[in-house]
Each structure stands twice: as structure tokens, then as C-alpha cells.
């Protein structure tokens, strides 16, 4: 079969093909890297704001959410929030706190570059307390080598984080907007600590 | 200044160039189309529950970065969003609308307005928004929820001054299947009752 193309835009087919392949290249490798180069993700929102609000680590409760004055967006205004934003590099993370079982409590557990790798609901709580470890495989390895020995197994649920830094966002419900304050003051009986691996 | 001997040249610059400017294009209406793949749609509401999860693809990895969100994990619920009303037609804040009845099995809803960018929208009530424990309900347990810029008696969600909005549906625990499309009928309609 002959095509009937004329020779000069044969000419150009081999351009027009690199022409394609560079956007395919391009519009791949910006895809993947937005995520590390976003500068303003949910980590860095967050991360400015605890730096903010209290030198100190562990759990900072949000404040609550007005018109423009949202520290994340796309969140619900029923809901009060905390997080806890975290660098493995300095140790792994404990999250503990006790259920009621009566109102809503969410975790989730995010990755820098926009990854959950765990969440639960107060329902998932284990006789009525939630305790999770989130440390590098390093650590989780650390802690499941100190448990060999005759001491009762871990209580605690462990996870191991897919990067040194993320934060773990805590969503409290508040039924009625009368219950905001209620909401907050169980996000502030919740604990993130950093602890030290046991030393052997 | 005879340029033929750099012909190849400057064809192979050209289509860098072009290439460059086409696959950022691509990267841009990619990133604004949603979050990426696997999403549920029923009516005009749409949820991408595998934001939520480990699984996440790198188109809505790269969405939810450079938005700035943190999802609902997908073990605790699915959030919904609505760009148009149940006929079709993109919601529009000079209009008013009227959300009924019904929702999929939840331990708690939430139907609340944002921005398109997910901002709270100011207005004079400071109300954004109901969950199924303060929606008045009506005799049976059936609800309404106006939106309108004037003031409506029941339940009532006002978008202020926006030009425009979304409506957020937001189901905690639910027993709703992520991986299988849901039923429309039982999600909410969004009715236009008429414009300003």
C-alpha cells in the first residue's frame, strides 16, 4: 500500500513525534513531582501554623473555622481539630486517648506528599482506648525485637510510616454548633508524644 | 544570516519548547478535571474515596498538594461534592436551591456550602452548614435544607455574597460501598427553585 503523503510533511513527522514524547515526559515528571514541590500542602499549612501557635510539640488543637480563617481547606465547619505534626528523624510517635464511644473521633495518619496511610474512627478503639505507635521501619523493628521475651504482647497498634514526616490530623464532632467547646476539650485529653526506643 | 545549517537545530529547540508548553498544559487541565481516577458518582454529587487511602494515585496526590487539603481517610468516611444541581446546571449563588431528602445510610452526615476552593463562605448567619443531629426534621424524619440569600424559615444555609458555590455531603462510618457505584436515588437532590 502507498500512503499519498506529500514528502514535506513527512518531513516533519519525525518533530512532531519528539514534539509528543518531550510532552508526555514533561506532563508525567510534573505529576509526580508536584507533590514535593506543592509549597503549600496540608504538611507546610499545618506545619507554619503549630510553629505559630506554641513552640512546643505534641498536639495543637485548630482553631476554630471562620471565613477565611481556615487553616486547611475543604474541612468540615461541624468539626473540631487538632494535629500533631511530626518528625520521625527525632523518635517515634505515640497516640493515646480514651473513647466515649458516643461521639465521632477521627484519625488519620498523613505522609508528607499527600499520603494516608492509616485512619480510624473512635469505633476502631480497642476497649475503649486508642493507642497508636508511628515510627520508621527502623524503629517498629526496634520496639517488635524489645517485646521478644516473657512480657505480656504490646496493647498498642503499630504503624509504620512511609515517610520521616507527616502529621496526624484529629476530628472531633460537634453534634450542634452549641457542642464546638465540648469537641475541643476532648481533642485536648488526646496525647501525641514523642517517646525514646528502649535502650538493648 | 543564513540559517539552514542549523535547521535541525532549531527544530529540535522548537519541539522541546512546544513539548514543554503541551505537557504542562496537560499537567494543568489534568490537575483541575478532579482527583484523578476511581471516582463515585451519584446525581451531581461525585467522591474520590481512594484520596483517602494508601492507594491514592499520583494525579490526586499531586490535586489534593497543591490544594492544600487533608481528605477524609478512607475508613472513616466518604465526602461528597456537588458543582450542579440535580438537572445538570452548575450552582449558581443568585439562584435558590432546595436539598431533600434522602442519604445513604451514615452514622453522621454533614451538608455543608464552601467556595470552590473550599473556603467557608462568610454570611451573616455563621451558620455552614447541618449535620443530621441539628437538621429540623419534619414529621416521618424527612428534611429540607434552603439555599437562598434571603433569610427562609427551617433549615436554612445562606451563600453570602459568593458568585458561586459547591455543596459538600459528608458521610461518617458509613456502611456505603466505595468500590461499587451508588444508588442515585438515594442521595439527595439538589432542586433550583428559582433566580434572583
Not at chain 1, 22 to 39: D, R, T, Y
Not at chain 2, 91 to 113: E, F, G, H, K
Not at chain 2, 155 to 169: C, H, I, K, T
Request: charged residues 20%; glycine residues 8%.
Amino acid at each position: 500500500m502507498r500512503l499519498n503523503i506529500p514528502d514535506r510533511y513527512l518531513d516533519f513527522a519525525p518533530w512532531v513525534i519528539a514534539t509528543l514524547l518531550v510532552a508526555g515526559i514533561v506532563h508525567i515528571v510534573s505529576v509526580l513531582l508536584m507533590p514535593s514541590v506543592a509549597p503549600r500542602d496540608a504538611l507546610a499549612r499545618l506545619a507554619a501554623y503549630v510553629k505559630s501557635a506554641a513552640p512546643a510539640e505534641g498536639l495543637v488543637v485548630l482553631p476554630q473555622m471562620t471565613p477565611g480563617g481556615e487553616t486547611l481547606p475543604f474541612e468540615d465547619p461541624a468539626f473540631a481539630e487538632a494535629v500533631c505534626v511530626y518528625d520521625l528523624a527525632k523518635g517515634p510517635l505515640r497516640v493515646k486517648t480514651n473513647v466515649d464511644g458516643e461521639d465521632y473521633l477521627g484519625l488519620s495518619f498523613h505522609a508528607s506528599a499527600g499520603r494516608i496511610y492509616h485512619s480510624i474512627t473512635d469505633r476502631s478503639a480497642i476497649k475503649g482506648k486508642i493507642d497508636i505507635v508511628v515510627g520508621d521501619a527502623r524503629q517498629i523493628d526496634a520496639l517488635a525485637s524489645a517485646d521478644e521475651g516473657d512480657a505480656p504482647p504490646p496493647q498498642e497498634v503499630r504503624l509504620t510510616a512511609p515517610a520521616k514526616r507527616g502529621f496526624v490530623l484529629i476530628r472531633s464532632f460537634a453534634k450542634r454548633a452549641s457542642d464546638q467547646e465540648r469537641a475541643r476539650n476532648r481533642l485536648s485529653t488526646i496525647s501525641c508524644q514523642r517517646f525514646d526506643l528502649p535502650q538493648g | 544570516m543564513d540559517l539552514k545549517p542549523y535547521a535541525n537545530y532549531l527544530r529540535a529547540a522548537s519541539a522541546m519548547i512546544a513539548g514543554l508548553a503541551i505537557g504542562l498544559l496537560a499537567t494543568a487541565l489534568s490537575l483541575n478535571a478532579g482527583y484523578g481516577f476511581n471516582s463515585l458518582r451519584a446525581g451531581p454529587w461525585i467522591s474520590w474515596p481512594h484520596t483517602g487511602a494508601p492507594d491514592i494515585d499520583p494525579y490526586a496526590r499531586a490535586v489534593i498538594s497543591r490544594s492544600g487539603e487533608a481528605p477524609l481517610g478512607r475508613d472513616q468516611g466518604l465526602a461528597f461534592i456537588a458543582r450542579t444541581d440535580s438537572d445538570g446546571a452548575p450552582l449558581n449563588a443568585d439562584c435558590d436551591y432546595r436539598i431533600v431528602d434522602p442519604l445513604p445510610s451514615a452514622r453522621y452526615w454533614t451538608i455543608a456550602l464552601a467556595s470552590s476552593d473550599g473556603r467557608l463562605l462568610a454570611n451573616s448567619t455563621e451558620r455552614y452548614g447541618y449535620s443530621s443531629v441539628d437538621v429540623l426534621r419534619k414529621e416521618g424524619g424527612d428534611f429540607e435544607i434552603d439555599v437562598a440569600r434571603e433569610a427562609r424559615p427551617g433549615n436554612w444555609l445562606s451563600p453570602g455574597q459568593a458568585r458561586d458555590f459547591v455543596v459538600m455531603l459528608r458521610l461518617y462510618d458509613t456502611s456505603l460501598d466505595a468500590d461499587s457505584p451508588p444508588d442515585p436515588e438515594s442521595f439527595p437532590k439538589i432542586v433550583k427553585l428559582g433566580c434572583a
